[in-house]
C-alpha cells in the first residue's frame, strides 16, 4: 500500500492523487454511516429513555414484573456530608501540682460521611411503542392545561417536555424526566387497572 502512495513518476503521482481523494471521500462516507447509525440509537433512546420491556429473558426488571410491562430505574444520588473535627494528636503534659506544662495539641481534620447512601429503584413506565405521537401530544396539552408546559403541542419528546414532566413528578416527591406509568394514569393517558 506503501508503494501505491509513493509518487514514481509524474502518472503514478496523479493515480496517488487520485487514491488519495478516494481515501478521503470513503472515509467521508464511512463517518456518515457511524454517525447516523449513532444518531439512530440515540433517538432510540430518547422515546423510552432507560426503559426496558419485560420478556421472559429480560433481567432487567425487578423480580415479579409482569410479563410486557416496561420498567425503568431512578437513582436518588447519596447524601454526603463534610465533617469537620478536631483531632488530638498530643495530650496536654501537666505537672503533679495540676499546673499545665505544655498544652495538648490539636490538628483539623476534615472527612465526609455518607448521611444517605445512593439507592436505584424501579419505577412502571409506558412501553416505547406506546409512546406514539398522539400520546405525546396529549401528554404535552395535559401538561400545559396545570401550567407545566408552554411550548407548542408537536407529538415529540423533547427536552421542554421532559423538563416539564419532571416538574410534575416533582409534586410527589419523584424527581425524573421519565414519565412514569403511575403519572400517565394521574394525566388522564393510561386507563387505571381495577
Known amino acids: 500500500m506503501a508503494d501505491l502512495l509513493r509518487p514514481h513518476g509524474p502518472w503514478l503521482g496523479q493515480a496517488c492523487f ?12 464511512i463517518s456518515l454511516v457511524v454517525t447516523g447509525l449513532l444518531l439512530s440509537a440515540c433517538s432510540d433512546s430518547s422515546t423510552g429513555g432507560n426503559s426496558t420491556q419485560v420478556s421472559r429473558n429480560t433481567p432487567a ?3 415479579g414484573a409482569a410479563p410486557g410491562s416496561c420498567w425503568a430505574t431512578h437513582t436518588t ?4 456530608e ?8 498530643r495530650p496536654a503534659r501537666t505537672a503533679p501540682d495540676g499546673r499545665v506544662i505544655a498544652p495538648a495539641r490539636f490538628r483539623r481534620e476534615t472527612r465526609q460521611d ?11 413506565t409506558p412501553c416505547p411503542v406506546d409512546m406514539t405521537p398522539q400520546l405525546v401530544g396529549s401528554l404535552q396539552r395535559a401538561l400545559a392545561v396545570r401550567g407545566l408546559y408552554t411550548g ?4 415529540q419528546l423533547d427536552s421542554a417536555t421532559r423538563a416539564s414532566i419532571r416538574k410534575f413528578q416533582k409534586q410527589d416527591g419523584f424527581d425524573n424526566d421519565q414519565l412514569s406509568l403511575l403519572s400517565a394514569r394521574k394525566l388522564g393517558l393510561v386507563a387505571v387497572e381495577t
Open 18 to 29: 487520485r487514491h488519495d481523494s478516494w481515501r478521503r471521500t470513503s472515509l467521508r462516507l
Open 61 to 63: 426488571a425487578p423480580p
Open 77 to 80: 444520588p447519596a447524601v454526603i
Open 82 to 89: 463534610t465533617v469537620t473535627v478536631q483531632v488530638m494528636t
Open 114 to 124: 455518607i448521611v444517605r447512601p445512593r439507592r436505584e429503584s424501579w419505577f412502571e
Open 152 to 155: 407548542e403541542i408537536t407529538g
